[in-house]
């Protein structure tokens, strides 16, 4: 079935019979079921034709390759996870996971977390690497558990210190044989299992320029995951310790006056509605007393 009738049809037909080794008849369907599959197809063909020769489509699949060749990879690394830990000033330890699928980065699939283990530390001494590990052991335990889609390439904001401590988590969970690969912001070296020594792209390879805007992205991610959990934290901190206040009326405060800064503002009779007189008057001699 073929979408318009072709010049020298008879003898087309003769050549395919000899190579199907059978009877061949092209036919144009006009109409049904026939034609529905043909126009499928003739859609289909353009699409994968614009995707492939667009200039954009072009240099990242160019990327692509450049990363399966420098990395020795067995296939084309369509599914690119990155990695990346926030600690600001020694607080809230969290990470973020982004997901890039034929270059395009898909924001439904990111992730968030917040480091609950050792890699939390302590406020001098956040340990990166205990939180790298405990973020890929959670993110493919959780994989395992739902079947997939595993990555093609996991790559890891950082050098071999974070590189090791992500293959230690996929190794426990059965996982070694996926790839992993560091990317370190000073020099923006790609460190990797099987290299001693670090591999250099040049500052305009358009692998490198990939894996940046990956890492780039994660890294953006997790400081604004980070920013929004501190300033949870210092509004929970300082509304717990008022006496009366606990969880519930903490975030009924919040709710109702919008922020800790609308807390402060309201009056004895609009926290009073709220919380009840004895509450009312705890908060308002609290703020008078931290002022």
Known sequence: HVPSEPDDREALETWL??????????????????????????????????????PNATAQHDALETLQSVLGLSALPRRIECFDISTIQGSET???????ED???????????????T???????????????????RRYRKLLEDGGPFPDLVLIDGGKGQLSAAY????????????????????????????DDPIALVTNDPA???LQRIRDEAHRFAVTFHRTARRQRDLSSELDQIPGVGA??????LTRFGSLAGVRRATREDLAAVVGGKVA???????????
């Open 248 to 253: 519930r009326r903490r975030r009924t405060l």
């Open 94 to 100: 969290v990470a973020s996971m982004v997901v890039c």
């Open 281 to 291: 008057d705890a908060v308002l001699a609290f703020f008078a007393a931290h002022t």
């Open 208 to 210: 490198l320029l990939m």
């Open 103 to 117: 270059g395009r980065m898909k924001k439904g699939e990111y992730r968030k977390y917040r480091i609950k283990g």
């Open 119 to 137: 890699g939390a530390g302590t406020a001098a001494a956040p340990d990166d690497f205990a939180s790298m590990n405990e973020v890929v052991t």
């Open 17 to 54: 019979a000899e190579r199907a080794g059978r009877r061949v008849r092209l036919v144009v369907p006009q109409r049904g079921e026939k034609r529905g599959l043909v126009d499928l197809a003739t859609r289909n063909a353009a699409l994968a034709y614009q995707s492939r020769m667009n």
């Open 168 to 195: 230690a988590a996929l190794e426990s969970l059965g996982l070694a044989n996926l790839v992993a690969v560091g990317i370190a912001k000073k020099e923006e070296l790609l460190f990797t299992r099987e290299h």
